[in-house]
């Protein structure tokens, strides 16, 4: 198993939600290059990983699917068992 797998599976352990391999492999190299992190599977990395995921625009990840993918979009309630991030994007208007 490679770095991005083992970080990817130490990741989902922990916060509980999986991520797209594309987004951590350029997140990693992100982190490498920033912070000179020897050890990418340590508690810091995993939080800086995070936080960058929080501030990531999952909508513009390529790969990102998080919802199952047979989920019946003109459904009026929809229940869903297991666990999902979820982004909320809030507009202002003037």
């Known amino acids: ?17 999986d991520i797209q391999t594309t987004w951590l492999q350029a997140c ?12 990418l599977t340590n508690q810091y990395a995993l939080e800086k990983i995070y936080n960058q995921w929080l501030h990531t625009d999952i909508s513009l990840i390529a790969d990102a699917h998080y919802l199952p993918n047979d989920l019946d979009l003109n459904a009026k309630k929809v229940q ?6 979820l982004q909320v994007v809030l507009f202002e208007f003037h």
Not at 1 to 17: E, G, H, P
Not at 28 to 39: G, M, Y
């Open 1 to 17: 198993m490679n770095a991005t797998d083992n970080v990817r599976r130490a990741f989902r352990s922990k916060y509980s939600f």
């Open 28 to 39: 990693l190299t992100w982190l490498r290059d920033q912070f000179q992190l020897p050890d």
């Open 80 to 85: 869903l068992t297991g666990k999902y991030p």
